[in-house]
């Protein structure tokens, strides 16, 4: 293989590395392009360990984006801040394993140091998928501290709004899209013209001969990138220096990386946000109605026994997501008790598993994969599927 075409080979291998974006386990990735999202989940993907993973964007026009949203990666409640049992890669601590809360030192403590939550020794708190969520989840430490025994059940409620809050996300996903709009034009351009005057250079006679004008018009679109990919992430994110600097550097010394800068952009659009939110807002109805049926059985049938520590906060928590994610599916126009049970019955089944819907002919017992989940009976006036 002669040096110019792995040159050229050089080029792409760095576009789709650059389209990876590496998550928690239990994060999601709305990825889309033109109004048109659906849904990729962390815990589906092969690429990555236990605590985090790699999902990887299309290399294709048009370039997509991957809007990342996630599930708190603490139990911050009404009485407590209680860690779970949270790590990524490349992150040798984690957050105790135990149920003991963190103590309000600690939390006034709070501060983002890149996509983790430390306090000020350099203890880890917390980890998320993005530097937006960390920042956020800090300021939410601190505040929680800062609260009075008294008001911390309101600053929990109020919290638990803000999440779930549809209409700020879609004023949030206006915003994407007006900040980002030059981005969606330029990064396509400045990506193609270095693919296409590096390919010239060597192989077309018109391009070699007028080559220092063809770099310039290249050092041109890309200055203008860089501007545009800086002013729409200091609007998007003001106060993450740090993290735009980070998406400068990338697109300046890794050109490839151009096709990505409204993907850079806005990855993080939605990171304060449940993903639930998110999902109602850029999935279609029956995209988010599949999406959500999964989310709501885990949260309404969580399997094994509570831990004893903490046992409180985490109910509370629970109970609280659970009935903000149950208004926002009827305000989507699903009712949840339809995500409960299965779509169809199988012939001879008299019962099912309301969390992941496996069915039985035994109607006694639990659920075979879901420890803790009582079988469900199906109602009589449910048909069984015609035998084939």
């Known amino acids: 293989m002669d040096p110019v075409t792995q040159l050229l080979g050089l080029f792409l291998v760095l576009h789709i590395l650059e389209g990876g974006l590496y998550v928690r386990r239990a994060a999601f990735v709305f990825v889309g392009s033109r109004g048109e999202f659906r849904v990729l989940s962390g815990q589906d993907s092969p690429l990555g360990t236990r605590a985090g993973v790699f999902i990887f964007l299309s290399p294709f026009p048009p370039f997509p984006s991957g809007l990342v949203a996630e599930p708190d990666p603490v139990t911050l409640g009404p009485f407590s801040a ?21 103590s309000e030192v600690r939390l006034a403590q709070a501060s983002a140091e890149g996509k983790s939550v430390r306090d000020r020794q350099g203890r880890l708190l ?24 008294e008001d911390r059940a309101s600053f929990f409620e109020r919290r638990v709004s803000r999440r779930f809050d549809v209409e700020a996300v879609r004023e949030r996903k206006a915003e994407l899209e007006r900040e980002t709009a030059a981005l969606g034009i330029l990064g396509p351009l400045t990506w193609a013209s270095a693919f296409l005057t590096l390919y010239g250079v060597f192989h077309l006679p018109f391009v070699w001969n007028r080559w220092p004008w063809f770099t310039l ?5 890309l200055i203008h990138l860089l ?27 890794s050109v490839p990386a151009a096709a990505r800068a409204r993907a850079f952009a806005a990855r993080d659009a939605f990171a304060v946000y449940d993903p639930a939110a998110v999902a109602s807002v850029l999935l279609d109805p029956g995209r988010f109605k599949a999406w959500a049926g999964p989310v709501w059985r885990d949260l309404r049938y969580p399997t094994g026994p509570e ?8 109910t509370a928590v629970r109970r609280a997501t659970l009935e903000a994610l149950r208004r926002l599916l009827e305000d989507a126009q699903v009712n949840p008790s339809e995500l409960e049970r299965p779509s169809e019955r199988d012939d001879a089944s008299v019962a099912y598993c309301p969390r992941c819907l496996a069915q039985y002919v035994d109607v006694e017992g639990e659920c075979d994969d879901c420890p803790g989940v009582v079988r469900r009976a199906f109602d009589d006036r449910e048909a069984p599927r015609a035998s084939a």
């Open 217 to 221: 018009a290249v050092a041109a679109l």
């Open 82 to 102: 209680v860690p779970l049992a949270t790590s990524r890669a490349g992150v040798r601590e984690r957050p105790p394993s135990s149920m003991e809360p963190l």
């Open 307 to 314: 831990p004893k520590e903490g046992e409180a906060e985490l």
């Open 126 to 149: 917390a980890v998320t998928s993005s530097p937006a969520a960390a920042r956020a989840l800090a300021a939410d430490f601190r505040a929680f501290a800062a609260a009075a025994p």
């Open 227 to 253: 501007l545009e990919l800086w002013n729409a992430h200091r609007r998007l994110y003001r106060g993450l220096v740090g993290d735009r600097w980070m998406k400068i550097i990338m697109v300046l010394f």
